[in-house]
């Protein structure tokens, strides 16, 4: 009869391995990646998408009456407005995908679920432009320096850093 040949692998032990070592690496992977990293991450770039939608919204809609839209962050809450005053309950706005109804328009923290480390008011103009304060065409300040915006939740930190003149969000 034949030999056997002893060189090589058999399929029933390959199929051994690639179990053993799918096991070991999703064991690792599931170690290294935290919910609070996750969630993290995840608020930052909510309140992201929402800076982005404010300055779009002030390029898509600017007219005379409101010709700026931003977005304020103040203690544990922020909220988007259109117009010159952010703390004028009429001017705020909903933003998409913040169904919030305990806070009507504002996002708080623990539907973030992070903490906003600072308190800060940034408003775009019609072409997108970041300002630290606009009460019209020639009383306004430029955003001067890139305005850092710091989420903690879980012991980490994550940034949303807005560039002065072009207002990118990052």
Known sequence: MGARRTAGFTIVEMIVVLLLMSILAATVLGRSVTTAEVNLSSAADKVRSQIRYAQSMAMKTAHPEAPVWGVKFAGAEYW????????????????PGGDYPAAGNRIREEDLKAEIVENAVVFFDGVGRPFTSYAGETNNTPLAAPLTLTLRAGGQTATVRIEPETGLVR
Do not use: I, L, S
């Open 80 to 95: 988007v407005f259109r117009g010159t005053d952010p703390d004028r309950a009429a001017n705020e706005r909903r933003v």
